[in-house]
């Protein structure tokens, strides 16, 4: 492969981008997995329980189910809490048969359609079902000055255990 990719303006056309360069180049592959960079501390027994239910399914998520108590607020005020039951935290990566999620970019593109936060919001907007496998706390993503600080806590933890 080696060509460089421009990202794009949105994470969405950034992965266009990427995936439509992966089907350039032909490189024969059946599926992809769309991994966000921000969470550096992924494993590999999660990637490869990802590849396994890609296996019988087109569509893979890990996610984690919420934990914490959710509150709905409006003008800064609690208007009641949220039930967490059916409420799961997506992570990535995120794995696609690589012919449909090409498709969908395409679809979302001809359409004007650029707001997508994840890939699998593509997959949603078309009606494709989702499996779920269980995703791990250690897979977090570094978002904020707080997470980074505490990626650098985990990195160092990890290299005095070597």
Known sequence: MGDWVSGGNTRQETVANGLKQLAKVGTGASHVLIHDGARPFIKADLIQRIIQALESNKVVLPALPVTDTLKYVEN?????????????????????????????????????KTDFTDDIALAEWQDHPVTIVEGESSNTKITTAEDLVLADMIMKMREAEK
């Not at 009641?80 to 995120?94: E, F, I």
Request: no cysteine.
């Open 76 to 112: 800064n005020l609690v208007s009641h809490t949220v039930d967490r039951t059916p409420l799961w935290v997506a992570q990535t990566p995120q794995a696609f048969e690589l012919e449909l999620i090409l498709g969908l970019h395409k679809k979302a593109i001809d359409e004007g």
